[in-house]
């Protein structure tokens, strides 16, 4: 018979249990333990240990790590690209309005929400472009000179903002009784689903300037948010039906034997119940727009990913792909992870709330 | 006529007829534009510019492409670049997949915590990213080619690429793959017996160690043959550069490993969530029956696992063959690099060309689709 070992005290216990339970899980543990070594030690020394952090130019990087002297030069590029410096505070005052707003809504309790959400949702958009794009006594600033960041952030709202109404006429109109409607509800989705984003981004380039009638001229920025709003409202569709699907049919016949019409039980009953549990799928599909923003880097628009690559073909600091790349990885990676945090809790919360 | 109008039959029949009739305005409207515009710029129609020498050169092809050859030529070495690239990927990104998917339920802390480190760094950055960070950070900073890294001196790495050997009489390899089919059917075939065999007398049959024999040893030995009775065309140093073999160009690697080390962040979430999708008491019910742990993966978990694991899993495919579009953007010479691309700027037939590489990327997502309405017919788990 085997003898049985006594239990460690407290945490050496679990210790042992999760790290070193068996011959094999030892041997496994010091190789996981060696290949974490051998990764993170050069990298922190490169990215914090070595780093050169002070200076102005490529002569002050001195030192064998990373150079975020080169960051910290071009800051304001990789925020806001090629936008004219003196109107820079259009873009701050815009992202600080929007920060305010978003917090304000989220804050439960406040009076009134659902329509001051509403307003939020009407007023901010075109205050939005005005802001940025000018006109009305404020000096135009044309959409070639956007960059970096700020662009990645206006290319995903924006798209966002006709995506998930669009993603949600799909949704319901997959599900229509009227064959047509649902017809011509798959097409449109299976097409946008099938074809490579990219190609959508060069189609809407290509193709929308050629449809539309002679002398009105669609912004090179436009297409590229129309293009991706077009494929990520079809991803959408596919998230808020899985909702629609969740739905128990006795909701609806509930809702028909009280004598609600379609249009109604469609925003009192369906959609509310639909889109809290498609919500977690929803922002996945949001994450994926996020990141497939890089794509208009195909039709030379630069956003933070694109304002990265072209800085490493600036001649004053040659070799500082690294830095750049890390940099705006970095970036996208804390916003994606965020967001993915964000949904996970909301589900737990709704989840909590509404036993499902 | 309000009474009328109260009918559901002739409301349904109203909206249909409303929609259809906005959607032909609509399409007839930009239909219209865009034959207006196309005379004005003076841009030809039709597709006749498929046969038109194409002039362009494509630095990597396997198809014996040569730039006096015609478009449609140019096309299918696209086609061909682009499912060389996606066939790789698929493979190594299955594998990684797996793997990282599997360490990710290890009881071990440390496993599963790197495998999840993994997966979190790999799916919430672009892949995109990853293309251009493989392509000028990591290959750009690869040697030149006279101080390239050295595989046993018969494969060569350096900033213009990997040369690898070729050999010159490829007749062996085919009657080895010729071999390999042979064996693959024999062993399907044995796998039926043994089966029926243990259901009729219950005995039973070592399958899985002669199909290890089979499938897995026997076909080594037949490419080993088959590789030692040709003789190689290995890369030499002539010059500044590698002479001979074959060489696979940077933007086929970058890309090949940004997508193959992208989708295989997915693949081990799928796979997680396949075989945690086996209930536990299954699991302890086999055990208590006596089955080893070999055969309670075996015989329990992998066939209530795959079945939810290869639907998402083939999507996750169809999504890697459409991202190797993102070549594009290294200049890779796939389908969107070669023709939506270089064809298009040297024809100006923007329509043409954006049909035939939407048709094509559809095309094979029908038929990817059509595989997996296929498969979830015939593995749907029969439940009681």
Redesign the interface.
Known sequence: MKAVRPPLPGWLETLRQ??F?TPV?IA??FL??Y??WRISVPLVDWLLVEANWRGTSREDCTNAGACWVFIRARFAQFMYGQYPVPERWRVDLLGVLAVCVAAALSWRRLPRRREAAIAALVVLPPLGIWLLYGGLGLRIVETREWGGLMLTLFLAIYAGLIAIPLGILLALGRRS?????RF?SIVFIE?W???????VI??AS??L??????GFNVDRLARAVIGLAFVIAAYMAEAVRGGLQALPDGQVEAAQALGLGYWRITRLIVLPQALRIALPAMTNEF?ALF??T??V??VSIFDL?GIA?AA?ADPAWVGM??EA?VF??AI??FA??GL?QWSRRQEKRLSAAYGR | MIRFLRDRKVRDVLWQALATVGLVVVVVFFVRNASDNMVKAGIASGFQFLWRDSGIEVPFNITGYKPSDTILALLWTGIVNTILVSAAAVVVATVIGFTVGLMRLSHNWLLSTLAAVYIEFVRNIPLLFFVLFWYFGVLAALPTPKESYDFLGIAFLNRRGLSIPLPNDVAGFQLALLAIAVLIVAQIGLARWAKARQARTGRDFPTWMVGFVLCGLLPIVALAVAGAATSWDVPTLRGFNYRGGFVLVPEFVALFMALSTYTAGFIAEVVRGGIQSVRQGQIDAARALGLTPGRVVRLVVIPQAMPVIIPPITSQYLNLIKNSSLGAAIAYPEIVAVFMGSALVATGQAIEIIAITLGIYLTIGLAVSAFMNWYNARHRLVTR
């Open positions: 999760r790290l339970a899980d496994v543990s996981c333990l290949v974490v009784r009227l064959p047509l409607i011509a097409f689903r099938g074809v490579p984003i990219i190609t060069f189609l290509l193709l300037p050629l449809i539309m009638p002679t994450i990141k497939n890089t794509l880097l195909i990913l690559q490493l792909n690294m790349y705006a990885g996208y990676w994606c992870f993915s």
